[in-house]
């Protein structure tokens, strides 16, 4: 059975939650990102429920979110001097880094990698249900496996309601894509994961940022640094399809005009990179449930948000483009 609690101006509920976080329980939380799905992560019983949860495979690893940078040390070997500049800059928020990791970490956070991501949430309620635990909070995305990250509390109440102990809803998130994710475990720095902290930013601190290829092609010889990567994710059952933004009003209509002669019940989106930071995965939710058989959405350019954009919409349009 799944307790549900709504964020409203009693809180008397976080205490009840610390307490089934350090009972191995299973705990769905908002994060200024996207909902995540939480258990202790210095349990290895705790984190291997997220999995079953989820349905995910056990070769991808989790993040670890922390509320107070004392852990930090705790569960990194090696912290690097110029590491420091962009938790300095960018903590707490939607920027997590790959460290190093201690012998603390159980093998099954980081799926047996000498690594561990970490991340610090902005979120008020995800720092009080961290702060509640008093202990680092391995968390996943919290949607099923292979569907559209949770962006709304509705979102996680379809996918998740009696697979958890306790679900935390607390309307929209803030941004409605995951964190950015940098590995500085060695050099080069390597963004593995574009997010709403920008490529653009990070450069700015260090200009030698290498960039992984596979974040706007598919490739069949480099496997993603980022296991999570290399799975179709973020996709709507509709078939989706990215149209590139160098058409024009008429090219665009004959494309849409072929697939509804086939038939097919066609969703057409154009809008702004930043908008689509926050509503891309429930579009592609909402496409499911309006029963569109295909959805495509224009280009956006790769620059600022654009390219966390382009890499979520590319991998579920499973790199179409028209
Ligand atoms: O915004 C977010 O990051 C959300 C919220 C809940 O915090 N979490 C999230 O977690 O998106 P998840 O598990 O869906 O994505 C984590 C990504 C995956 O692509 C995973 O492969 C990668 O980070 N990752 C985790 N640990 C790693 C490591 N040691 N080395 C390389 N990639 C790692
Ligand atoms: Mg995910």
Known sequence: MTIHYRVTGDVS???????????DGTVIFPTETVYGLGANGLSSNAVKKIFAAKGRPADNPLILHIAAREWLD???????????????????G????????????????TAGLDTVAIRMPS????????EAAGVPIAAPSANLSGKPSPTRAEHVLADMMGKV????????????LESTVLDVS????TLLRPGTITLEQLLKMAPDIAFDETLLKKSKLVQPRAPGMKYRHYAPNAEVYVIDRAHDALEIEKILDAERTRGKKVHYVDMAA???????FAIFRNADAAGYDVVFVKSVATEGVGLAVMNRLLKAADYKIL
């Open 13 to 23: 509920f976080y205490d009840a939650v610390g307490e089934v976080l350090r009972n």
């Open 74 to 92: 705790r569960l990194t070997r090696d912290v690097p001097q110029r590491a420091m500049q962009f938790i300095e800059t960018f903590w707490p």
């Open 94 to 109: 939607p920027l997590t880094l790959i460290f190093k990791r201690s012998a603390i970490v159980p093998d099954v956070v």
């Open 123 to 130: 979120d008020p309620v995800a720092r009080a249900v961290i």
């Open 165 to 176: 102990d306790v679900i935390v809803t607390d309307g929209d998130v803030e941004h409605g």
């Open 186 to 189: 060695k050099e080069p720095y």
């Open 274 to 280: 930043e908008d689509l930071v926050g509503q891309l």
